[in-house]
């Protein structure tokens, strides 16, 4: 089992940061992709970014491409989203995930590859 904790959420207006992290407890041997998702009321939770855990890779959905940026601290279990350039249209919860037995796919975010989830951290961004 693996426990993830965000951290980082809030509130911001247009053209403003924000930097979320997600720190994994519980075990994390065999993780080998985590990553951002988000769900605005209404809608379908949809991927933002992932990263290999412990390796290279870092894979990003369109929408933010060149505004946000994934990294890791694999010493302290730990990943962030570095968010810039927000606009309305990000606001959202922000779940982490983290999922076992398979490297992150390029461009693919899919909810059925993640095992493990966090509570969430709601980003608001108003204009």
């Known amino acids: 089992q693996v426990y993830l904790v965000e951290s980082g959420g809030g509130s911001v207006q247009a053209g403003g940061s924000l930097r979320l992290s997600c720190t994994a407890s519980g075990g994390t041997y065999g993780t080998n992709c985590m990553g951002w998702f988000r769900q605005a009321p209404g809608s379908e939770r949809e991927g933002v970014a992932t990263?290999?855990?412990?390796?290279?890779?870092?894979y990003y959905a369109d929408s933010v491409k060149g505004r946000f940026s994934i990294s890791q601290d694999t010493g302290k279990n730990t990943i962030h989203l570095q968010m810039n350039s927000l606009n309305p249209e990000d606001t959202a919860v922000y779940y982490c995930?983290?999922?076992?037995?398979?490297?992150?796919?390029?461009?693919?975010?899919?909810?059925?590859?993640?095992?493990?989830w966090g509570q969430g951290a709601q980003v608001t961004v108003s204009s």
């Open positions: 990263i290999n855990y412990g390796s290279t890779g870092t």
């Open positions: 995930a983290a999922g076992r037995g398979r490297y992150c796919v390029p461009g693919v975010f899919r909810l059925a590859h993640f095992n493990f």
